[in-house]
């Protein structure tokens, strides 16, 4: 199995999808760290719970300096002897150090059919526009935020009675779904016959 590093910074709701498939002896990967650049995030509990290693680089303690911060973050994950870095919910913006040590090896999860909506708050942004469609995407990590290589993308209507929070359910519903899938499959590329 490919070792894995997942990174978060929230609840963990897409990290927990990793954890669960993981645990089928069938599939390719397993999470060797849980990091997390909040040391509160709800889902540092879930992994430890599942008897990950997790590791909290608080953002807050380096100031402004956010390669110094990202120079901890990736000896963390080196350590950890992770090939593939999943962010899950990372709110942040990375600079060129972390994204050149993992490039082709980081992928990323978007609530938005990307290049449509990128950044925050796009369940709001996708029903404010008139989106009749809305979904996930999961890209590689390349210097734009949001930006980067497609792998994957998935569909969801936006209905009209939709809020925020209905619409953002029902997009994570599939991102749990996506993300597995598509894990597996950049495995199975990078790793032909295994
Ligand atoms: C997910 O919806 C993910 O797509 C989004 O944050 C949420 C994290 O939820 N990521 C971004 O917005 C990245 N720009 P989770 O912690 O329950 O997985």
Request: with cysteine; charged share 20%; glycine share 8%.
């Given at each position: 199995?490919?070792?894995?590093?997942?990174l978060i910074s929230?609840?963990?709701?897409?990290?927990?999808?990793?954890?669960?498939?993981?645990?089928?002896?069938?599939?390719?990967?397993?999470?060797?760290?849980?990091?997390?650049?909040?040391?509160?995030?709800?889902?540092?509990?879930?992994?430890?719970?599942?008897?990950?290693?997790?590791?909290?680089?608080?953002?807050?303690?380096?100031?402004?300096?956010?390669?110094?911060?990202?120079?901890?973050?990736?000896?963390?994950?080196?350590?950890?002897?992770?090939?593939?870095?999943?962010l899950a919910g990372y709110m942040r913006?990375?600079?060129?150090?972390?994204?050149?040590?993992?490039?082709?090896?980081?992928?990323?999860?978007?609530?938005?059919?990307?290049?449509?909506?990128?950044?925050?708050?796009?369940?709001?942004?996708?029903?404010?526009?008139?989106?009749?469609?809305?979904?996930?995407?999961?890209?590689?990590?390349?210097?734009?935020?949001?930006?980067?290589?497609?792998?994957?993308?998935?569909?969801?209507?936006?209905?009209?009675?939709?809020?925020?929070?209905?619409?953002?359910?029902?997009?994570?519903?599939?991102?749990?779904?996506?993300?597995?899938?598509?894990?597996?499959?950049?495995?199975?590329?990078?790793?032909?016959?295994?």
């Amino acid at each position: 199995k490919t070792p894995i590093a997942v990174l978060i910074s929230g609840r963990g709701s897409n990290m927990r999808a990793l954890i669960e498939a993981c645990a089928r002896p069938d599939y390719p990967a397993r999470i060797v760290l849980v990091l997390s650049n909040r040391p509160d995030a709800g889902g540092l509990e879930v992994a430890r719970e599942a008897g990950l290693p997790t590791i909290a680089i608080d953002h807050k303690a380096f100031g402004k300096d956010r390669e110094a911060h990202e120079i901890k973050v990736d000896e963390a994950i080196k350590a950890s002897g992770a090939e593939i870095v999943c962010l899950a919910g990372y709110m942040r913006v990375l600079t060129p150090y972390l994204v050149n040590a993992w490039h082709g090896k980081m992928l990323n999860i978007h609530p938005s059919l990307l290049p449509a909506f990128p950044g925050l708050h796009t369940h709001e942004a996708a029903i404010a526009a008139g989106a009749n469609e809305h979904g996930c995407t999961i890209h590689f990590v390349t210097s734009g935020v949001d930006e980067g290589p497609v792998l994957a993308q998935a569909r969801v209507p936006v209905l009209p009675s939709d809020t925020p929070e209905t619409l953002a359910a029902r997009v994570l519903e599939q991102e749990h779904q996506l993300y597995p899938r598509v894990l597996a499959d950049v495995i199975s590329r990078l790793h032909p016959g295994v």
